[in-house]
């Protein structure tokens, strides 16, 4: 079988996040978007323990509610601000590793996202003792990221680096920029939302489809270790540029700098701020090739926009979170099940039957690639624009068939 699995949110117990953050609404927005099983984020946290071992118990490391699926996880903070993601094959473990480190944090029971005074060996090595999956969180970002402080994964993780299976791409890079680093090569991609809230701009706007034989954490772990043939068959995430640290670019004013003129600037813009340097240049410093080479078992990266960001474009919004964006958006989930379905795979001429028509021009823009993307950098997100039709024609002389992506079930097997 087939999952679409989103493997890094956060419950309302962490900083900067939605109070509506709780199981139950959580449970519910899942389906909405086509997610199948999520990681409940924060598991170190009492109180969501609480709230997750309250829902129904499939096996001992997974649980459900509502129809979704969730495995034990969380992410923590290290001595140096690297930030790790674990996956707990079950609740005992959970114990385990907070009585090993009980005594390295001060706001172990009060922060869901913990800050943890060691370094990522000592973690990666309590890990592999429980059983544990870790690997880098978001892992190119110039904040609180392994390749922030890092130059290799053996710098970060020591003796066991080994141990460490997958990187969590985030949402600056993909498939294409992270395997220009070699010592990438062997591990498996995950591209997850690391979202604060439920909306659907936020939850699953980056996800992974997986080939495992049920839902629950050993076959998820199985995909992530690609073994008994369960794998990642699909990353699925934003366009890099949109990313809010892709380009390099002042933290104040966000006006972008190449690298080269950044240097040349020692890194101060011209308001007199300090320009952040971005994941675009810091993997082109790290990268071994110029051009990625993708190890044979490196599934495709589908570009995917949030559906509600395109319906904003398109009626003219400010932003997706307006009662008109909300209503069209919930239009076309009640008409064709979750957004996923909207945004790949129901024929376009279908969609045209039951929403405006410049909402299903857009999304069928979406499906041919012929958005504009303006660049995110120094913290702020980049835009999306729907083009005029001389610019999407212009598009279309650059792109070739092969370019279009017009259905999830193309990349299921």
Request: net charge neutral; hydrophobic share 35%; charged share 25%.
């Amino acid at each position: 079988m087939f999952i679409n699995v989103d493997l890094h949110i956060h419950s309302r117990f962490s900083g900067a996040t939605s109070p509506k953050m709780n199981m139950e609404t959580i449970s519910k927005a899942a389906p909405k978007k086509g997610v199948d099983v999520l990681a409940t984020g924060d598991c170190l946290h009492k109180g969501w323990m609480n709230e997750i071992t309250s829902c129904d118990v499939v096996d001992e490391g997974t649980f459900e509610l509502n129809g979704t699926r969730f495995i034990l996880s969380t992410e923590i903070e290290d001595k140096r601000r690297v930030h790790h993601l674990l996956f707990f094959p079950d609740v005992s473990s959970v114990w385990d590793f907070k009585e090993k480190i009980k005594n390295k944090s001060k706001n172990l029971e009060t922060d869901g996202r913990p800050n943890i005074s060691m370094y990522g060996e000592e973690i990666a090595g309590i890990a592999k003792d429980l059983d544990v999956i870790i690997g880098p969180a978001h892992a190119f970002t110039p904040y609180t990221a392994m390749y922030a402080y890092y130059n290799s994964l053996k710098e970060c993780y020591g003796r066991y680096s080994d141990y460490i299976s997958f990187v969590e791409l985030g949402l600056s890079a993909d498939t294409d920029f992270a395997d220009k680093i070699m010592e990438l090569h062997r591990l498996t991609f995950l591209t997850n939302s690391d979202c604060h809230s439920a909306h659907p701009v936020r939850l699953a706007r980056e996800f992974n489809r997986m080939k495992v034989r049920s839902a629950t954490f050993k076959e998820i772990k199985k995909a992530i270790l690609r073994q008994g043939g369960n794998k990642v068959v699909l990353n699925v995430g934003l366009p890099p540029q949109e990313g809010k640290y892709h380009e390099s670019a002042c933290r104040s004013c966000h006006t972008h700098y190449s690298l080269e003129e950044a240097i040349r600037r020692r890194w101060k813009c011209s308001c007199g701020k300090k320009i952040k340097k971005g994941v675009k240049d810091r993997i082109n410093e790290q990268a071994d090739l110029i051009n990625p080479e993708h190890p044979s078992f490196r599934p495709r990266y589908l570009h995917l926009i949030p559906l509600t960001e395109i319906i904003t474009k398109a009626i003219g919004q400010r932003n997706p979170f307006t009662k008109t964006v909300t209503k069209r958006w919930e239009e076309l989930i009640d008409s064709f099940g979750s957004e996923i379905s909207v945004l790949i795979d129901i024929n376009i001429d279908d969609i045209f039957q039951v929403t405006a028509p410049a909402i299903a021009e857009a999304i069928q823009m979406f499906r041919e690639k012929k958005v504009i993307i303006r660049p995110g950098g120094g913290g702020e997100y980049g835009s999306i624009e729907l083009p005029t039709q001389d610019e999407a024609d212009l598009i279309s002389l650059k792109l070739g068939p092969k370019d279009t992506q017009t259905s999830l079930n193309q990349y299921s097997g």
